[in-house]
């Protein structure tokens, strides 16, 4: 397991007691279902994790970006607020693209 994985993973999973492998993780962070079933792992991930992790899991995961991105949003609007990572950078990006952050 790399250590981006053991890093999220230890983030993810410590506070709510789980103890998903990446693969699981990964598959939440884009599945649409993960908002609809308020998946606290899911929100987790792009609450907590910072982005430049989120950025390099989804890459090592090969997530799709426009999944995770819409998955985002989702939860910010579940929220009543934005994210502080996840909703901002990886739409339309590509699976070893580099971001370019919003100015």
Same mark, same amino acid.
């Given at each position: ?13 410590? =506070?709510?007691? %789980? %103890?998903?492998?990446?693969? +699981?993780? @990964?598959?939440?962070?884009?599945? =649409?279902?993960?908002?609809? $079933? $308020? &998946? ?13 992790? +989120?950025?390099? $899991? ?6 799709? =970006? #426009?999944?995770?991105? &819409?998955?985002?949003?989702? $939860? ?7 994210? =502080?990572?996840? @909703? ?5 990006? #590509?699976?070893? +693209? +580099? ?5």
């Amino acid at each position: 397991m790399s250590i981006v994985s053991v890093k999220i993973l230890s983030t993810v999973n410590a =506070p709510y007691g %789980t %103890t998903l492998s990446a693969e +699981q993780l @990964a598959a939440k962070i884009s599945d =649409p279902a993960s908002a609809v $079933f $308020f &998946d606290l792992s899911a929100f987790s991930f792009f609450s907590e994790v910072d982005e430049s992790l +989120q950025i390099s $899991f989804l890459d090592e995961m090969h997530v799709d =970006p #426009t999944a995770a991105s &819409d998955l985002a949003r989702k $939860f910010s609007v579940l929220a009543g607020y934005p994210p =502080p990572f996840g @909703a901002g950078g990886v739409v339309g990006r #590509t699976p070893g +693209q +580099q971001m370019e952050r919003p100015v």
